[in-house]
C-alpha cells in the first residue's frame, strides 16, 4: 500500500509539472511529423533512461546525513513551485514559441524504428536536468523508496506524451496552460511544507 501511495504522489507531482511543458509541446510537434505510434514509444524510452538517472541521483543523495538533505529535498520543492508559479503568466505564449522552435528542428519522412529512434533522441537531448528530474531526485532523497517513484514518475511522462500524440490540439485548445501551472505550483509548495514539517518533527 506504501508504495501504490508514493508510486502517486510522484505521478501527481510530475504530471501537472510537464503537461504545460517542452516535453508536451516536443511530442506535439514529433506527432504532426512521424507516425503516432512510433513517437510514442522513442519518447517513452527516453523518458524511462531519464527517471531511472534521476532516481539513482536521488539515491545517492538519500546517503547523505538525513536532515541536510530532507531540507535540499524540501528547497527543490519550493524551486520548482517558485518557477511554476512565475512562469504560469507567460505558458500560452511560451508554449507557441517552443512549438516553432521545435518545429525548425524535427525533419519529416522517417517511419517505424527511425521515427522512433529520431523521437528518442529529440527527447533525451531536451529534457537534461529540467524540473520533473529535479522533483523526481528529491522525492528519493527525501526518504521516498526508488522503485514506486521511479514508476510513478515515468507512468506520468508517458502519460504526458501520450496526450499529446492523441489530443495535443484538443487539450492546448481547451485547457488553459497557465491554469495547470499554477496547480503545479500548489502542488509543489505542499511537498515543500510537509517535507520541511518532517524535518522539524524529526
Not at 528547497?75 to 504560469?88: E, K, Y
Not at 511560451?94 to 518545429?103: H, K, L, P
Request: hydrophobic share 55%; aromatic share 8%.
Amino acid at each position: 500500500m506504501e508504495y501504490a501511495l508514493v508510486a502517486l504522489t510522484a505521478f501527481v507531482l510530475i504530471l501537472p509539472v510537464e503537461l504545460p511543458d517542452k516535453t508536451f509541446v516536443a511530442t506535439l510537434v514529433l506527432s504532426t511529423r512521424y507516425p503516432a505510434l512510433p513517437v510514442w514509444l522513442g519518447v517513452s524510452a527516453a523518458f524511462g533512461v531519464q527517471c531511472l538517472v534521476a532516481v539513482g541521483a536521488g539515491h545517492l543523495l538519500s546517503q547523505l546525513p538525513e536532515r541536510p538533505v530532507a531540507l535540499v529535498a524540501a528547497a527543490l520543492f519550493a524551486l520548482g513551485a517558485i518557477v511554476l508559479f512565475r512562469g504560469a503568466r507567460t505558458a500560452d505564449n511560451a508554449e507557441a514559441e517552443q512549438e516553432r522552435e521545435y518545429g525548425e528542428k524535427i525533419t519529416t519522412g522517417k517511419r517505424g524504428w527511425r521515427a522512433a529512434g529520431a523521437s528518442f533522441l529529440v527527447l533525451f537531448t531536451a529534457e537534461w536536468g529540467d524540473l520533473s528530474q529535479l522533483l523526481t531526485a528529491g522525492l528519493v532523497a527525501s526518504g521516498k523508496p526508488a522503485v514506486p517513484v521511479f514508476f510513478g514518475s515515468w507512468v506520468a511522462l508517458i502519460t504526458v506524451s501520450g496526450a499529446a500524440v492523441l489530443l495535443g490540439r484538443w487539450l492546448l485548445k481547451r485547457v488553459k496552460l497557465s491554469v495547470v501551472r499554477y496547480a503545479a505550483a500548489g502542488v509543489c509548495a505542499l511537498l515543500a511544507t510537509i517535507t520541511v514539517v518532517g524535518v522539524v518533527a524529526g
